[in-house]
């Protein structure tokens, strides 16, 4: 923990949330919804489980019932584990239903409000979008980055090839290439991108500042006021140094679009495009952020989707065969599978859907706040309480999904007498306004890299001293803590560090692989 409070500060901060309830609580117009029984004052805390937190809100929903609530300091949490609430409530009643909590540190301190994925609902949340979704969010306006999405997915698959033990750097430098390129038109490095390493300094930064393990002060608000000379705020200090990181991730690519704008050799992208013309210096924040929130926010899941691609592949031999020979029946083996396939591919493109629900990217997604009080299912939502869609159990529902926790692509898949099985994405990126904007371009290119992938790779466990090393499955989450599961806003989903070969799967496969490097030296 950043900051560690004396038993004063404890003291007196208990104190205050005592006298808070008692002088400011409102009457409950209506039950809340049912959930475990909290303790006075501390309410659940004492509840809340240190890791697999969506595991544990699955569990109680088949105790209380879809719709779950439990309370953290008076803070009461509303917990959806059904996508019928998710919908109903999170679209909907989208109007009331898209800000986000208000996270003291991580958010006002540091500065990650300036940001999409803290941005309270509003007229700039409504700017932000606007210009994303104008750049990729539809089919229709991906399709001018198609090529670009390819072109970087084949430098993936050779880099890969090249280095098949540096499996996870690779995809980090594929997914910051491709959205670096798009967002301020530049280049990323073979290696040690300066770029890419502030954004990634950043985002582990924002996983302990948006966290209340990681500051006392993002449970008790008040304490983020205090002067910076008090004994104990020395957290304000470490806010300041991470709010220059932020800073510098937001600043550097920015700056870096002006001057090849001034020198007239810019390439198009959606900073430079935005910046034309007369704009006012509030207009050239908005752009800023806007372009920084486009990398931050897509970079980290399209690294969790195809690395757990990787590892489904590792673990479903037999599903990777099944691909394989559909790439090999519809294209042949003398090329690599492009977008323009994807229609072509339907088991391919039911593996995509399947990397997607089996271990999705957010188990938890980023929580939502409602504005105003509401009721729901004859239950009373109060005005401010943060509401959480355990995307997980919706996308682990027995009732949705048969045998939800084995990987098996054909459910997505139509036979005789059975219909395909429900689509995860609308659930997987997100409800309503707070839907991600980028989920067209995670979309392509997850799928790309699994199609390519899947061209000419075989990839298998490995053997090591005569034994097969089995991978393991159990996911950890972007922020781990025994309070992660109220207030942390990283909602990422991460594999474990696993081990897998990767090898041409066949000497046309390889024939392929040395061509690509030709075409690339050249």
């Known amino acids: 923990m950043v900051y560690s409070p004396t038993l004063l500060d404890a003291v007196a901060v208990l104190v205050a949330v005592i006298l808070f309830n008692r002088l400011f609580s409102k009457k409950r117009q209506g039950p809340l919804p049912p959930g475990p029984k909290g303790l006075p004052i501390i309410g659940n805390m004492l509840d809340m489980p240190a890791s697999h937190e969506w595991r544990t809100f699955a569990q109680w929903g088949e105790r209380w019932g879809d719709i779950v609530s439990v309370t953290f300091l008076g803070q009461p949490y509303i917990i959806l584990n059904s996508a019928k609430h998710a919908f109903d409530m999170l679209e909907k009643k989208s109007s009331i239903y898209s800000s986000r909590p208000i996270i003291p540190v991580g958010g006002e301190l540091v500065g990650w409000n300036r940001t999409l994925a803290l941005l309270p609902y509003g007229n700039k949340f409504r700017e932000y979008r606007r210009l994303i979704f104008q750049l990729i969010g539809s089919k229709k306006n991906m399709e001018r980055f198609v090529p670009l999405v390819e072109d970087k997915t084949r430098d993936f698959i050779v880099e890969v090839y090249q280095q098949p033990t540096e499996l996870l750097k690779h995809i980090r430098k594929s997914a910051g290439a491709i959205i670096l390129t798009m967002s301020h038109g530049y280049e990323v490095q073979a290696e040690n991108d300066p770029f890419v390493a502030t954004v990634d300094e950043a985002m582990e930064q924002f996983a302990i500042c948006t966290s209340p393990a990681g500051f006392l002060a993002n449970i008790f608000p008040a304490l983020a006021h205090i002067p910076a000379w008090v004994p104990g705020a020395g957290f304000r200090k470490v806010a300041a140094a991470w709010r220059r990181t932020l800073d510098e991730m937001c600043d550097k690519p920015h700056e870096f679009v002006k001057q090849r704008m001034a020198n007239g050799t810019d390439i198009s992208n959606f900073t430079s495009v935005n910046l034309e013309g007369d704009i006012t210096p509030e207009r050239e924040e908005l752009v800023k952020n806007a372009a920084s929130s486009l990398y931050a926010g897509g970079a980290d899941t399209t690294v969790s989707a195809i690395n757990t691609f990787y590892l489904a592949m590792t673990l479903n031999p037999e599903v990777q065969k099944k691909a394989q020979a559909e790439i090999e029946a519809v294209i042949g083996t003398d090329r690599l599978p492009t977008t ?111 199609a390519m992938s899947l061209a000419v790779f075989k990839i298998e466990k490995p053997v090591e001293n005569g034994e097969v090393v089995e991978p393991s499955t159990e996911y950890t989450a972007g922020t781990v803590s025994a309070l992660t599961i109220v207030a942390s806003v990283r909602r990422t989903s991460h594999p474990p560090p696993y081990k897998c070969e990767i090898k041409p799967r066949s000497a046309k496969a390889e024939t392929l692989l040395h061509s690509l490097i030709e075409h690339k030296n050249n």
Request: proline share 9%; net charge negative; glycine share 6%.
């Open 340 to 450: 323009e396939d994807r229609d072509n591919l339907p088991y391919v493109n039911a593996v995509l859907l399947e990397v997607f629900r089996w271990n999705n990217v957010a188990p938890l997604a980023i929580p939502h706040r409602v504005i105003e009080d509401d009721f729901h299912a004859g239950y009373f939502i109060p005005k401010d309480s943060i509401v959480i869609a355990n995307v997980w159990r919706m996308l682990h529902d027995a009732e949705t999904y048969a045998d939800p926790m084995t990987f098996n692509p054909d459910r997505f898949l139509a036979a005789p007498g059975k219909e395909p099985e429900t689509d995860p994405r609308g659930m997987v990126f997100g409800f309503g306004r707070r839907i991600c904007p980028g989920l067209q371009l995670a979309d392509s290119s997850v799928f790309l890299a699994v």
